[in-house]
């Protein structure tokens, strides 16, 4: 049996349990899923390079305890990235950045593609963060819905109405042909990539189900980090 482990920022026992079924929502039948929490990290927080780089050590060492304890694959929840690029040094199995891998998606569904974040305060994050993936050319722009992630599930219809508002402009001020939602408390856990494809008549993916059949896939094929890009490093 494939096993993946997912780490998880600090949340409330009630946001905690709706992102966790989202992620076990979006496994594939026969796939275990297990969590571990990141104490440092606080859920929504990490908009600045200074936080990425107080927890980085933290994800890094769970992912080589996951490791030890048998997983076939770990990733981040959230599409940030958080501690990817530090544990893929210190562990041989993969490690799957979801904000990567769902940029990478959708530049290989369309040429021009938007995304959505939670608010001003991760524009500029993001911006950094898609050039490092390669991904900035196929970005027509970084909108948001200006609302925090714990607040989102309190009010989905107004989530949902800037969401829409938003990705209109996209496709009309910008020629977006796809909308890339970064950040799982808005999809999936808020609203749904479907319905919201539907209503906008363009693709929106879901990123949290990207990664998880995309990590299945390397877990199962044997994929191991490359010790070219990530020479092995001894942990203090």
């Known amino acids: ?15 905690l349990d709706s992102r966790q079924s989202a992620v076990l ?12 929490e990141v104490p440092e990290s606080r859920g929504g927080a990490a908009t600045t390079n200074y936080h990425r ?4 050590i933290a ?8 490791e030890a304890a048998g997983y076939d694959a770990v990733l981040p929840w959230g599409t940030l990235d958080l501690g990817v690029e530090e544990a893929r040094h210190v562990v041989r199995i993969p490690v799957v950045g979801p904000g990567r891998t769902a940029a990478n998606v959708a530049a290989s ?31 027509v722009g970084i909108r ?8 989102m599930a309190d009010q989905r219809e107004e989530l949902r109405r ?29 609203m749904s990539a479907a319905s919201l494809t539907e209503e906008l008549g363009i693709p929106v ?14 877990a199962t094929t044997g994929v191991r980090n490359s010790r070219v890009a990530y020479p092995e490093a001894t942990p203090a």
């Open 1 to 15: 049996m494939t096993k993946i482990m997912v780490l998880m920022n600090r949340y409330t026992p009630g946001q």
């Open 109 to 139: 569904l369309v040429d021009r593609y938007g995304v959505m974040v939670y608010g001003a305060d991760q524009t500029v994050m993001f911006r950094k963060l898609l050039r490092s993936w390669g991904a900035e050319s196929r970005v």
């Open 59 to 66: 994800f890094a060492g769970l992912a080589r305890e996951a």
């Open 162 to 190: 800037r969401f829409v508002a938003e990705s209109r402009r996209f496709v009309e001020d910008d020629g977006a042909e796809l909308v890339l939602p970064l950040g799982f408390s808005m999809v999936p856990v808020a």
């Open 205 to 218: 993916l879901d990123p949290l189900a990207i990664v998880m059949r995309v990590a299945e896939a390397l």
């Open 144 to 151: 948001h819905v200006d609302m925090r992630p714990m607040e």
């Open 25 to 36: 929502a979006a496994a594939s039948a026969g796939v275990q899923v297990d969590f571990a």
């Open 53 to 56: 780089a107080a927890v980085a």
